[in-house]
């Protein structure tokens, strides 16, 4: 018995009981069904027409318990996708609830003979197929945990819009209007908040150097940013708070930096090179300057993986070399105390409490410097390698980074 057949059975048998449902309705439902490439319909051939209507509606901006996605991709466990002979990866890369949910490349655009642009191109990871697809239309991609939407940015920076974007059909579901430009996003912990980054100016501007030898290379101009200040956003309501203005004086700073949530969400968090407290700064929800919380006084933000699932363990930045790999520090955020380390050049991404996902070299091999993502864990020398090596960048081209999500 097939789909069509399961519903109209379904509809059949509550028929008495409900209102007439107008001529054609169901045939109006499979056609949504079908239009829908990314939704399914229970095996229960006795559901009642109201779950068979919740289970083609139009999905909502959170992903929660009626999610219809591929159980494959939205179903966690403790399942691990290697692609280790892919780089940049074709096909699904995660390990438990961590996913590569999109990755990009950047290629420099010069706009004078000195200055230039660094543009993004990024794949997204397509829940229903499990591979990664190129879209060229955003400047700035933010994945949010479930791995059912993301917050995009269009081709020109400062944006003064922002989209969320169905990961599952590929259509921008809403688009929220902001009064200054953005140019960073980054979701709150739980995927309850979106925060984005203002600038008045290109956050990804770049200038042009030449060594002695005639080498020339883009970097970002270091120093000043034309970052402003930032907006919290509630994505589910689809509406913006109040712009916050955020001072920049005195600091030393990238172009871009963009600003990101602490762990609870209730304070933000900005990279400052030589601070006080090594290399970030806290602000709550209103701008304010304010102490770092607790558990992550003694964090670095030039390490993406930050905190464990629990909250118990800080990642930290490399601290040892050695022929066969690279060691990172495993540290108590509360004390800063080292409790031990872990393999690994750079951790990118939290996978449990054991386990991490980050950039390491292997060795051996004529790429022994070119690093590949891997999966790490705590006690243990053991890598297993997630993808295949990175190649190094070019004068103009940047090899692909990563985006990791929470499935």
């Known amino acids: 018995m097939n789909v069509e057949e399961l519903v109209r059975d379904a509809l059949r048998e509550t028929a008495a009981e409900q209102p007439p449902a107008g001529p054609g309705w169901a045939e109006r439902v499979l056609a949504v069904r079908r239009r829908r490439r990314t939704r399914r319909i229970t095996a229960a051939a006795a559901a009642t027409v109201t779950v068979v209507a919740l289970a083609v509606a139009v999905p909502r901006l959170d992903s929660g318990p009626d999610d219809v996605r591929p159980a494959g991709i939205l179903d966690a466990g403790n399942t691990t996708s290697a692609q280790p002979d892919q780089s940049p990866p074709r096909d699904l890369i995660a390990a438990g609830r961590t996913v590569l949910a999109a990755y990009y490349t950047t290629q420099i655009e010069q706009r004078t003979t000195e200055t230039g642009i660094a543009r993004r191109t990024y794949w997204l990871l397509d829940p229903g197929t499990g ?230 070299r292997s060795s051996g091999t004529e790429e022994a410097y070119e690093p590949r993502l891997a999966l790490v864990t705590i006690g243990s020398d053991q890598v297993r390698w997630l993808s295949g090596p990175r190649p190094q960048a070019d004068a103009l081209q940047r090899p692909w980074e990563p985006v990791f999500a929470r499935r």
Do not use: C, M
């Not at 953005?182 to 008045?200: I, P, R």
């Open 131 to 360: 591979r990664y697809e190129k879209d060229t239309r955003w400047s700035f991609v933010a994945v949010a945990p479930g791995l059912r939407t993301a917050a995009v940015l269009e081709r020109t920076l400062p944006a003064r819009r922002i989209g969320l974007l169905d990961l599952a059909t590929g259509e921008v579901e809403r688009w929220i209007p902001v009064r200054q430009g953005v140019g960073g996003l980054a979701y709150s912990y739980d995927g309850t908040k979106l925060l984005a980054t203002t600038y008045d100016g290109h956050p990804d501007a770049q200038e042009k150097s030449s060594s002695a030898e005639g080498d020339v290379a883009w970097r970002e101009p270091f120093g000043e940013t034309p970052r402003t200040g930032f907006v919290v956003l509630d994505p589910a309501q689809g509406t913006a708070g109040p712009w916050r203005r955020v001072s920049t004086e005195g600091q030393d700073l990238n172009v871009r930096s963009d600003l990101q949530f602490s762990r609870d969400g209730r304070l933000v968090q900005a990279r400052i090179i030589g601070g006080r407290d090594g290399l970030q700064t806290f602000y709550d929800l209103t701008g304010a300057a304010v102490d770092a919380p607790a558990d992550e006084r003694h964090l670095r933000s030039d390490v993406p993986a930050r905190l464990s699932p629990d909250g118990t363990l800080a990642a930290l930045g490399l601290t040892k070399e050695v022929p066969d790999g690279s060691y990172s520090s495993i540290r108590d955020p509360r004390t800063g105390k080292e409790i031990t380390k872990v393999r690994g050049s750079e951790l990118l991404a939290w996978v449990d409490e054991r386990r991490l996902i980050a950039w390491e």
